[in-house]
């Protein structure tokens, strides 16, 4: 990144290692120094719009990318204090507890790593036959997905237009990382395949952890996790180079976080750097970590520690982009006074208010069904929009059993957890809470397409699952998910067909 009026960031990141080696004894200073900074940093930046509006006028009034880097990097230095002190218990502390709970849990550990493997298998594969279909040739064609967009991304050849740093501000640093790691092994062409089908293994095993802690059952918990790994959202979305699958991944780690709680060592640097994460992959990811901690604390009522939080999280997020800035010059934030394209309207949907049942019907056949069991795919045609896939209707009778089955074990879980307050654990309300979040948003934006977000909230559906079953005996319950899961896979597998086939019927560029 060029000098922000002359100054490198990393200069200015100087000056607070010197103040963290000089105040080290003084750890109030320290403790409070992200509220400071982030105070000076809007207050400069307000000065400057009063200027800018007031002086110049609103039609010069427009984005600074220098003034704007040089804030984020003063604001990165407030984190520099506690990256230095979270470092030194990460090795001190964290990678001891986690290398003693890796050998105490070897057998569980194995198990989650042949899960993980096995389904990033299958999404690499089938990533290869979509790409041999000719789904990632051009935008939209794969339910409304843009391959195209990430896999030049990834290998640095995306246009202006196509930088995304503003929805997802780390991606360029996260997945260009994972794609030069994978490059080597299957090259260059197939690597963004890799990097999301590995992202969908990665979820499969962070989930199966969280179930585990649910439920109290390793075995249920890989059945859940291998039921949720080949539902239809998944099977799609992981073998598609977009940004859903690491998405799904990021967000089970949040809800991870919460299962495991202050008694297994889960500290406030775990909670924010996840946090970071989740939001650098996707800025709206910022909710779901704000109710994942909100909800984790909230029986302390230490409501100062969550004050804390909505301050380190934009200080330490800002490190990450200002080195993405630094190794990756065309991921710098730039023209954010633009307005949003025509691309980006046709997901807004101002008509639900005129047409809200329609709205709500979409959202629960998305949400519930579309996400979960695959469907016959439809050809959409006009619209003011090309030729591509979208979700169509239950036609066989497979699916309309698998649709059943799954409405009905859905149901028969809320009641469960409903009707027993003692399954209703800060776990149930997180996940809940993001449930619905995620449906309130899919109300308004996306609501034509909602089988594109699938893997941002299907892990949700079988957390409510988990919990019901952490009061029901295994006995039954646990060959019950896992033949519920091979039906489901059968139906899949059939609809990943007719995926394939309804590619090749679309007309070729």
Known sequence: ???????????????????????????????????????????????????????????????????????????????????????????????????????????????????ALAAAAAYYVYGLALARHGAFAQYDLLFDADPVRYIRLLEGTASPY?????????????????????????????????????AGGLSLALAAEYFRLITRSQSLALALAASLGVTSGHLVFAATPETYAVSAAVLILLHLLVARGPCRGVRFRHELLAAVL????????????GVCFAIAHLRTRRWRRLLR????????????????????????????????????????????????????????????????????????????RPTALAAGPYSGALARLCVFIWAAGLLSAAIVVLARRGLRRPTFWAALLCLGSTGVFHLFYGND????????????????????????????????????GLLLLVNNVAFLGRVLQALDSLPKL
């Open 449 to 484: 397409c909602i089988f594109l977000y699938s893997c941002t909230f299907t892990f949700y559906l079988f957390a409510v699952v988990a919990h019901a079953a952490a009061s029901v005996s295994r006995r039954w319950l646990t060959p019950a998910v896992i033949a519920f």
């Open 278 to 289: 989740a939001t650098g992959v996707a800025t709206t990811h910022v909710v779901v970590a």
């Open 162 to 198: 196509e930088q995304i740093v503003q929805k997802h501000p780390l991606f360029a640093l996260l997945e260009r990382t994972a794609f030069f790691i994978t490059t080597p092994i299957v090259g260059t062409e197939n690597a963004p395949i890799l990097v999301s089908a590995s």
């Open 1 to 115: 990144m060029p000098g922000a009026y002359g100054l490198q960031p990393l200069s200015i990141w100087a000056l607070f290692v010197v103040l963290t080696v000089l105040a080290r004894r003084d750890r109030r200073l320290l403790y409070r120094l992200p509220v400071i900074v982030v105070g000076v940093v809007a207050a400069l930046c307000l000065a400057r719009a009063v200027f800018e509006h007031g002086f110049r006028g609103t039609q010069t009034a427009e984005f600074d990318s220098s003034f704007f880097h040089l804030m984020l990097a003063l604001a990165g230095g407030a984190a520099i204090p506690a990256l230095c002190s979270w470092a030194k218990a990460g090795l001190a502390r964290d990678l001891p507890r986690l290398a003693r709970a890796l050998r105490g849990k070897a057998r569980w550990v194995a198990a989650c790593l042949v899960l």
């Open 309 to 384: 939080w909505l301050v380190c999280l934009p200080t330490v997020l800002a490190v990450p982009l200002v080195l993405q800035s630094v190794l990756v010059p065309n991921a710098v934030l730039r023209e954010m006074h633009v307005e949003m394209s025509s691309y980006d309207l046709r997901f807004l949907e101002p008509g639900v208010l005129a047409a809200p049942g329609h709205a709500l019907g979409n959202v629960a056949r998305g949400v519930f069904a579309e996400s979960v069991v695959g469907f016959t795919p439809d050809i959409r045609t006009g619209q003011g």
